[in-house]
């Protein structure tokens, strides 16, 4: 099968190792002149790093990633454990976190690796899904060319995705929040002999800073020798676009002035940040074309807010169950509007669920601070080796995060395929 992927973004480098690794001919079209590395940390949850390591990506990821099953809430202005919470036996497959610059560097490797072309300066203005055997893609400069199966993995500004649901009169805009985050990146020698700094680089689990109108969310990576900070800011901020910018970390520092002494001191040794608002999709009707041929993958059809560390997860999770679904037809080519239908029924409802649970988290991490307690720095460690999974169990429940987390898509859409075949 011919495969188009619009977007080098972690998307669709993924989707590209998925499909060329399964001997499909993939093309991958960058509207810039390279892949952008920009980002800061992120995580690959256990649901997805069980689909990439079957793309062949353990050890790789092994190299870059430290394994992140614990929690550790904060006060933002004194830095008082909350709780810390170790959520044990959850899965079979690590919940792997790293940073997205490294991340997407092996990306890229592996997708040349698996025989993906890379295109870059390929503005796509057009997307044809016309007379459903083939889709017509139209560059900026006039080139066009046909596939099989067209992969929007253009992200949350998506511009395919007008064109898929241009037979819609439906929101299809992001919707965007009041909450601004300013990310930041300090290597080990930075932090290396600063006694504030040693909460930080003493563990690899994910520090949470909680406090009213702002949050933290601090990880280090003992891999790479890195730790990343997000500082969130609810209401008006000195930021005047929508998206990534160079953020003004003096702004920054001003407004976490008096926050705990490890925070003030990540900002005093930091130069620089990347800002950029805190935006969702709304739930789109479709995420496919008429015809099925065109598909709106990862953030250009259900973008998230990032509290749940599942963004990319999910993307990963969509091109998983895609795969497997066009794997199992043996006249995929043309049965390519079944399949994609099957595969939105079988992705929506787990995405829109997850959608929730972050916008929660996100709410979560600007209210009131939390208050320490007499045995709060003491680690909980909470097994859900018994635990049932239920999406529809309260979101701070086990249920629910074994069910968010240790979750097999694959199986997931076999199930489904199984119960939608023939009743005898």
Aim: proline share 4%; with cysteine; glycine share 8%.
């Amino acid at each position: 099968m011919k495969i188009i992927i619009i977007g080098a973004g972690l998307g669709g480098l993924s989707a590209a190792i998925c499909f060329a690794r399964k001997g499909h001919e993939v093309e991958v079209l960058e509207q810039h002149g390279r892949v952008s590395r920009a980002g800061s940390g992120l995580n690959i949850r256990s649901s997805a790093s069980r689909i990439m390591h079957t793309w062949g990506l353990q050890e790789d990821l092994e190299s870059i990633s430290d394994d992140t099953p614990a929690n550790c809430f904060r006060s933002l202005q004194t830095g008082a454990v909350a709780t810390k919470t170790v959520a044990a036996d959850i899965a079979d497959h690590p919940d792997w976190g790293t940073h997205r610059e490294n991340l997407i560097e092996l990306l890229e490797r592996r997708a040349r690796d698996a025989g993906a072309r890379l295109v870059f300066d390929a503005s796509v203005t057009e997307v044809r899904d016309e007379d459903g055997s083939r889709v017509v893609v139209v560059q900026r400069n006039g080139t066009e060319a046909t596939a099989d199966l067209v992969l929007a993995a253009d992200g949350i500004r998506s511009r395919t995705r007008s064109q898929v649901l241009a037979d819609l009169s439906v929101p299809m805009d992001p919707l965007l929040s009041d909450v601004t985050l300013y990310g930041m990146v300090l290597d080990d020698d930075q932090m290396r002999g600063i006694p504030e700094l040693e909460p930080l680089m003493e563990n690899a689990f994910i520090n949470v800073y909680m406090g009213h109108q702002a949050f933290v969310v601090c990880r280090h990576n003992s891999k790479l020798g890195r730790q990343s900070c997000l500082f969130g800011i609810k209401g008006e901020t000195d930021q005047k676009g929508l998206w990534d910018e160079k953020g003004d970390i003096e702004y920054v520092r001003k407004f976490f002035a008096g926050s705990c002494p490890e925070l003030c001191k990540v900002l005093e040794i930091t130069h620089s940040c990347d800002r950029w608002r805190l935006a969702e999709m709304p739930n789109l009707p479709r995420w496919t074309s008429r015809n099925g041929r065109v598909v709106l993958l990862g953030d250009s059809a259900h973008a998230m807010m990032p509290n749940a560390a599942h963004g990319f997860s999910q993307i990963v999770e969509d091109i998983g169950v895609l795969e497997y679904l066009i794997s199992q037809d043996e006249n995929a080519t043309a049965n390519l509007a079944n399949i994609t239908s099957d595969w939105e029924s079988i992705r929506r409802p787990r995405v829109e669920r997850i959608k929730q649970w972050a916008k929660a988290n996100s709410e979560a991490f600007i209210s009131q601070p939390p208050t320490g307690t007499k045995h709060a720095d003491k680690w909980q460690i909470i097994s859900l080796k018994n635990t049932q999974p239920d999406m529809n169990a309260d979101m701070n429940s086990s249920a629910f995060l074994k069910w968010a987390q240790d979750y097999d898509a694959i199986n997931e859409a076999r199930k489904y395929m199984v119960n939608k075949g023939p009743k005898l």
